[in-house]
């Protein structure tokens, strides 16, 4: 069992930044591939960053290409979001998600772990 704790939403102005965390309370944190997802009201769960277990390898969904960035620290259990030059359209409850598998799924139905969320709001 992987519990998983986001943190770092909040409020702020477009073509401002945020920096989410999510961290694991597991020991063999280096064997999941880790993603990021969001949800605004009303629409379905997408996918937005994708990061192998080594953290050599990273997909972003295009809609958020050369403004986020996800990254990992294995020694420290916890995967990141770099949020930049935030659009009213990324307001959403923001997941992380983990997922054995060595294939890099962006499908919500394929990750075994989750997150509670954490809000992000950008204001126009």
């Known amino acids: 069992q992987v519990q998983l704790v986001e943190s770092g939403g909040g409020l702020v102005q477009a073509g401002g930044s945020l920096k989410l965390s999510c961290a694991a309370s597991t020991r063999t944190f280096s064997r999941y591939s880790m993603a990021w997802f969001r949800q605004a009201p009303g629409k379905e769960r997408e996918f937005v960053s994708h990061?192998?277990?080594?953290?050599?390898?990273?997909y972003d969904a295009d809609s958020v290409k050369g403004r986020f960035t996800i990254s990992r620290d294995n020694a420290k259990n916890t995967v990141y979001l770099q949020m930049n030059s935030l659009k009213s359209e990324d307001t959403a409850v923001y997941y992380c998600?983990?997922?054995?598998?060595?294939?890099?799924?962006?499908?919500?139905?394929?990750?075994?772990?989750w997150g509670q969320g954490t809000q992000v709001t950008v204001s126009s």
């Open positions: 990061i192998s277990w080594s953290g050599t390898s990273t």
């Open positions: 998600a983990a997922d054995l598998s060595v294939f890099r799924h962006i499908t919500p139905a394929e990750y075994d772990y």
